[in-house]
C-alpha cells in the first residue's frame, strides 16, 4: 500500500473525527493508509474501532474511489456497520478481492486437473476412490464427480460439467477448461480495476455475438457435406477416447444405433432419444468383437429357472412391479389359531392366493414374466408349468424401457378399484421373441422385434472392468453426439477451429466499443484460444507457432475471398499442421459448442459475481 496521507491522529487533530467516524461517514476526505502504525495504535484507544470486527485494516482505506474499491469501502462499511450494532458472525468471513482470488485459484486448480485429457492425444486419469475402487477415464465430468472437491466455487465448475454431460453428453471437459480460463481473465480485469459488473456486462455480450457468429459463419450443414457427417462425428468424439483405436467399427455401431431408434416427433421432427439404446458389457475377448443387436434390447439377467423355455416365439410380455412370493400377512396382523387343521388351512390359502394371481397373469395369454422384485420357488414351480419364461430382480430403469418398446405396462399391483385381483391384456407388451443367449460369461435375455418404438443394444466387450466402463461411457459420449447432430442437422468444424475464428471475430468486436467492456470482450476472446493452445501442447507440437498459423489462415480467410475456406482450418495433431478440418472429417455438432459456450460462460459469471464469502462455523454443541 502507498502511504498517501495523514496518519488517524493527524486526522483527528485536523478533522476533529476519529477514524471510526470517518468510517461511517464517507463524505470527508478519504486519506489514510492500510497497516499506520499510528493508526493502529490510536485504533486501540478507539471506542469504535475497538469493538469492530475487522479492527483498524478495515477502517481505513489507501485513496480515492475507482470502480472496484467503491465497492470495497462499501463492504469494509457494512462488516462495520454490522459489528458495531453487535451482529457477530460465527465464522469466517471473505470479501472482494481475496474471494475472487481464492475462487479463481480453486477453479484454475481443477481446470489444470483436466487440461491434459483434453483432445485426441489428451491422456487418462486412474482415480482410486477411498475404499479403493479404480476408475479410468478420459472423460471431464467423471474425472470431478469422482474427485471430492470441497471449495465451493469449484463445486460449480463440478457442477457445469454435470450439466454438459446430462445436456449435450459430449464436451465436459472442453466447457471446464473454458470457463476457468473466462474466470482467470475476469479476475485480472478486476485487478486493474474494471468493476465486475462491467466484466459480466461484457461477457454476456460476447457470448452472444459468438453464438451469432457460430450460427451465421462457422457451421455446415450436413446434408451440404458429401462425406458421411455421422461417421466423423462419431470418430471425432472417439479420437480421444481409447477405444478410439476401433474408431471404425464403433461409429458404424454407433450411428446404426441411433438411426435405428428414430421417432417422429410431435412438431413432424424425429427424435432419436438415446435412452432407447441399452449399452451392456460383457467381460472377455477384444473391444473389437463389440457388436450392435439391433431391433431389440437385453438385458443381463438369465432365466428365473433352468426348465423354462429359453426361447419365446412370439412374447406377451408382463411387467410386473410386485413379488410373486407366498401370500404374508401385513405387517402387525396377529392370528391365534389353535387347531392344527385350521393352521394347514390358513396356510394352503396364502398358497392359493399366489397361485390364482399367477393363473390370472396367465390365462391373459402371457408367456414371458418381468418383476423387479422376487419370484419364490413355489410361484416359480407354477410359471414352469405353464410354460412361462420370467427373469427377476430386473432392474427398474430396464423394465419400464421394455415397457416403453414392447408398448406394455407396468403394474404395481393387480387390484382394480373393488379390490378384486385382474389381469388385463392390454398391460402385456409384445415382441417377435424373448431368448436368452449367452455371451462371454453371461447370460443375456434378448427381447428382439419389440412392437412399439424401437430399441437397440450396443454390446461391449473388453479384457477387463476398467477398460468395459470407459468404454462405456465414450460409447455414450458419441451416442449423445450423433444424436444431437441428427436433431439439430448442423455440424461445426472441430481442433480448434471455431475458438480461433471466434477469438478473432471478438477482437474486432471489441474494438466496436467505447466503453470498459471493450475490455472484457477482448478478454474473452484471448480466454477461447486456450482451447487450440491446449490441444496443441497435449499433442506434443509447438503451440505457440502452431496457433500463430492457425490465426494467420483464419485471418486471411476474413480478408481475401479467395482463401475463404481457410475458416474451416483447424490443427491436425498428429503432423503438428494447420488442416482443413471440415474435408478432413474432423467434426462436431453445432449445438454441442453453442450450449458449451453459453454454460462456460454463465458458470464463469455466476463465480465472478460472488464478492464475499462466509463460512458459518459449525455449532459447539453439535460437534
Ligand atoms: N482428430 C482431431 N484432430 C484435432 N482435434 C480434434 C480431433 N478430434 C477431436 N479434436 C478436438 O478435441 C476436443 C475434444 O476433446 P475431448 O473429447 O478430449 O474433450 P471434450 O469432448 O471436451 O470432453 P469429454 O469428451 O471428456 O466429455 C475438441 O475441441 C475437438 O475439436
Ligand atoms: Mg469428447
Redesign the pocket.
Known amino acids: 500500500m502507498t502511504r498517501l496521507g495523514h496518519c488517524c491522529d493527524t486526522a483527528v487533530q485536523t478533522l476533529g473525527v476519529c477514524v471510526a467516524c470517518w468510517v461511517r461517514d464517507c463524505s470527508l476526505p478519504p486519506m489514510f493508509v492500510l497497516g499506520c502504525g499510528l493508526a493502529r495504535g490510536r485504533a486501540a484507544r478507539c471506542p469504535h474501532l475497538a469493538s469492530s470486527a475487522n479492527g483498524i485494516a478495515g477502517a481505513l482505506l489507501p485513496h480515492g474511489p475507482t470502480q472496484k474499491e467503491g465497492s470495497l469501502l462499501g463492504e469494509k462499511r457494512s462488516a462495520m456497520a454490522s459489528a458495531e450494532l453487535g451482529l457477530s458472525l460465527q465464522g469466517t468471513r471473505e470479501s472482494g478481492a481475496d474471494v475472487r482470488s481464492a475462487n479463481v485459484t480453486a477453479v484454475m486448480a481443477l481446470a489444470n486437473i483436466l487440461k491434459s485429457?483434453?483432445?485426441?492425444q489428451?491422456l487418462d486419469k486412474m482415480l482410486v476412490d477411498d475404499i479403493g475402487d479404480v476408475t479410468i477415464t478420459?472423460?471431464?465430468?467423471t474425472i470431478l464427480k469422482q474427485l471430492e472437491v470441497e471449495h465451493p466455487a469449484a463445486k460449480v465448475l463440478v457442477e457445469l460439467a454435470n450439466l454438459q454431460d446430462t445436456e449435450v453428453g459430449?464436451?465436459?471437459?472442453?466447457v471446464v477448461i473454458i470457463a476457468a480460463e473466462l474466470l482467470k481473465k475476469a479476475n485480472e480485469l478486476v485487478k486493474n480495476n474494471i468493476h465486475p459488473t462491467t466484466v459480466i456486462a461484457g461477457y454476456r455480450l460476447a457470448m452472444r455475438e459468438s453464438i451469432k457468429y457460430i450460427q451465421a459463419n462457422m457451421s455446415v450443414q450436413v446434408d451440404k457435406l458429401e462425406q458421411d457427417v455421422l461417421l466423423s462425428i462419431a470418430k471425432?468424439?472417439l479420437?480421444?477416447k481409447f477405444i478410439g483405436g476401433d474408431s471404425e467399427l464403433f461409429s458404424k455401431i454407433i450411428v446404426d444405433a441411433v438411426k435405428s431408434v428414430r421417432v417422429p416427433g410431435p412438431n413432424g421432427k424425429a427424435k432419436y432419444p438415446v435412452s432407447q439404446i441399452n449399452v451392456l458389457k460383457s467381460h472377455g475377448q477384444s473391444s473389437s468383437e463389440s457388436v450392435l443387436v439391433p431391433g431389440g434390447y437385453a438385458i443381463q439377467i438369465s432365466r428365473g429357472s433352468q426348465e423354462m423355455p429359453t426361447q419365446v416365439k412370439p412374447a406377451k410380455i408382463a411387467l410386473l412391479d410386485f413379488d410373486l412370493k407366498k401370500h404374508r400377512m401385513g405387517m402387525g396382523v396377529n392370528i391365534v389359531i389353535d387347531d392344527p387343521e385350521e393352521l394347514e388351512r390358513v396356510r394352503q390359502k396364502e398358497m392359493d392366493l399366489t397361485k390364482d394371481k399367477i393363473k390370472k397373469i396367465v390365462d391373459a395369454g402371457t408367456t414371458v414374466v418381468f418383476t423387479t422384485k422376487g419370484i419364490d420357488d413355489f410361484a416359480m414351480k407354477y410359471l414352469v408349468e405353464a410354460g412361462i419364461l420370467a427373469a427377476r430382480r430386473v432392474d427398474k430403469k430396464d423394465i419400464k424401457r421394455i415397457a416403453k418398446c414392447t408398448g406394455g405396462t407396468l403394474l404395481l399391483t393387480m387390484a382394480d378399484m373393488d379390490g378384486e385381483e385382474k389381469f388385463d391384456p392390454q398391460c402385456l407388451g409384445s415382441a417377435d421373441e424373448v431368448v436368452e443367449q449367452r455371451v462371454g460369461d453371461n447370460d443375456f435375455l434378448f427381447i428382439k422385434g419389440c412392437s412399439a418404438t424401437k430399441a437397440a443394444t450396443i454390446l461391449l466387450r473388453g479384457a477387463n472392468e476398467y477398460m468395459l466402463e470407459e468404454a462405456e461411457r465414450s460409447v455414450h459420449?458419441a451416442l449423445c453426439a450423433v444424436s444431437r447432430t441428427l436433431e439439430s442437422n448442423s455440424v461445426v468444424p472441430?481442433?480448434?477451429a471455431v475458438e480461433t475464428a471466434l477469438s478473432l471475430h471478438l477482437e474486432d468486436y471489441a474494438t466496436t466499443f467505447d466503453s470498459y467492456e471493450q475490455w472484457a470482450i477482448a478478454e474473452y476472446a484471448e480466454a477461447l484460444q486456450v482451447?487450440p493452445k491446449v490441444?496443441a501442447i497435449n499433442g506434443a507440437c509447438d503451440a505457440i507457432d502452431l496457433l500463430a498459423d492457425l490465426r494467420n489462415c483464419h485471418t486471411a480467410a476474413k480478408k481475401d475471398p479467395t482463401k475463404a475456406d481457410q475458416k474451416w482450418y483447424?490443427?491436425?495433431?498428429m503432423k503438428g499442421v494447420v488442416r482443413n478440418s471440415v474435408t478432413a472429417g474432423?467434426l462436431?455438432p453445432m449445438v454441442s459448442k453453442l450450449k458449451s459456450l453459453k454454460f462456460a460462460t454463465e458458470a464463469a459469471i455466476t463465480i465472478l459475481r460472488i464478492d464475499d464469502l462466509i463460512k458459518i462455523a459449525p455449532d459447539p454443541e453439535q460437534q
Open positions: 485429457s483434453l483432445g485426441p489428451g478420459n472423460d471431464g465430468a459430449d464436451g465436459t471437459t472442453s471425432t468424439t479420437s480421444s459420449d472441430g481442433g480448434g482451447v490441444l483447424g490443427l491436425d495433431l474432423v462436431e
